[in-house]
């Protein structure tokens, strides 16, 4: 099995501040469980309620703009609607909403980070 370090490598460059959170934006949420982002956010609308606002939340315009143009100078154009931002909790819980063999390793992964590490992002 994976170590929990091969997390910190999935998601080197993926972890933001935003609101005083740590987290971790639904395209690269979708990328780490290898997943449509499309099927990410239908699974997140369909729990929502194990989804609070301490779990994640939407960048504001405003937010997105700001993060985008550190991220990729442009981006805010090429991908104007702000995207879902995933707290520590929230990229957990989507490893038991979205299904297949991918989604079951990320969530070993994190188990593995949280005991070893306590945080993943």
Same mark, same amino acid.
């Given at each position: 099995?994976? !170590?929990?370090?091969?997390?910190?490598? &999935?998601?080197?460059?993926?972890?933001?501040?935003?609101?005083?959170?740590?987290?971790?934006?639904?395209?690269?949420?979708?990328?780490?469980?290898?997943?449509?982002?499309?099927?990410?956010? %239908?699974?997140? !609308?369909?729990?929502?309620?194990?989804?609070?606002?301490?779990?994640?939340?939407?960048?504001?315009?405003?937010?997105?703009?700001? +993060?985008?143009?550190?991220?990729?100078?442009?981006?805010?154009?090429?991908?104007?609607?702000?995207?879902?931002?995933?707290?520590?909790?929230? &990229?957990?819980?989507?490893?038991?909403? &979205? %299904?297949?063999?991918?989604?079951?390793? +990320?969530?070993?992964? +994190?188990?593995?980070?949280?005991?070893?590490?306590?945080?993943?992002?």
């Amino acid at each position: 099995m994976a !170590t929990p370090d091969k997390m910190i490598e &999935l998601l080197t460059g993926k972890v933001f501040k935003v609101r005083n959170q740590t987290v971790v934006f639904d395209f690269d949420a979708a990328a780490l469980y290898e997943v449509n982002i499309s099927v990410l956010h %239908k699974a997140v !609308t369909k729990h929502s309620k194990r989804f609070p606002s301490d779990f994640m939340f939407w960048l504001t315009p405003e937010e997105w703009v700001d +993060i985008a143009e550190q991220i990729s100078p442009g981006l805010s154009a090429t991908k104007p609607l702000p995207p879902l931002a995933f707290t520590n909790s929230g &990229l957990f819980m989507l490893s038991g909403v &979205l %299904k297949g063999p991918r989604a079951a390793r +990320i969530s070993v992964l +994190i188990i593995e980070q949280l005991f070893s590490y306590k945080n993943i992002i």
